[in-house]
């Protein structure tokens, strides 16, 4: 089995909904895919959660409105539309695939970082 570790490329499954038992939140995409530990302060909330965890492991992680950017950081898991109407979710994240990042993929991600800094809210993904 593969496992998370820095510069990986992970890819997740995720769920939303409104108690542990019930994933009945509509996601605009169930894919979540991003690289490990690119962050410019390191690795984020979210990222320590999925530390030595393995393709095909599933957490569940309960999410506050209050503290989501921070919880995320720089990463935008296709989550953020639905705190428009509640203070927190339930979130099932399911290990897909983990690959090794490509050279120029870390370069890109480092280079969008730096460019627009920590967690903006650009649009540009990064």
Known sequence: MRKIENLK???LTLQAGTSKE???LRLSN???E???GIGLTGMTPFEYELVDKEEGDEILLRVQKDSVQVFFEHLHPPIMNLFEERKDLYLKVKIEKIIPAESREVVKTMAELTAHGHGCDCGCGC
Do not use: G, R
């Open 9 to 11: 490329k992970i890819t």
């Open 30 to 32: 169930s894919e979540f």
């Open 22 to 24: 019930n994933m009945d």
């Open 34 to 36: 991003f690289l490990f």
